[in-house]
């Protein structure tokens, strides 16, 4: 009779060491997988870190940005304001010079008028007095003309009449202005 106990040892040694050689082969497959797993779990916490530090800057320079812009919305903001007081001093100071300008043109017209009439008043006067010097050159050559009748000592009532009578017509000039 086959040694059916020796060949059942056989095949259990054999079946043990495939078996241990398989849990070996399990074993290295599982430390490498882990290995493989634990150096992917690094370099992902490592980019999670990198990550959070990037995140992390770039929330700093938001907050930069933000505090920026805040600054220069107040900026603008007190920019505008001075821009719009600025245009109403100036629409003030305008609304003012018009005013003058207006009240100057008003004061030029007058005056342009005042003269005018002064002018006027020139002019008649002048014409007056060119009237008044020759009805006073008139008198004298009367009173010359007497006095040589006088000196002669032939005065007569018919010589006195034969002279002639002057008759002065005045033409007045003229005035043009250039206003």
Known sequence: RPDLAAALRELRAQYEALAARNLQAAEDWYRARCARLHERAARSQEAVRASRREAGECRRQLQARLAEMESLRGAHQSL????????ERHSAEA????????????DLQNTKNEMARHLREYQDLLNVKMALD?????YRKLLEGEENLFSTGSVSLSALNALPNPTYSFQPRGFSSST
């Open 80 to 87: 505008e304001r001075q821009l719009q007081e600025l245009e």
């Open 134 to 138: 020759i009805e006073i050159a008139a």
């Open 95 to 106: 609304a003012g010079l018009q005013d003058t300008i207006g009240q100057l043109e008003d």
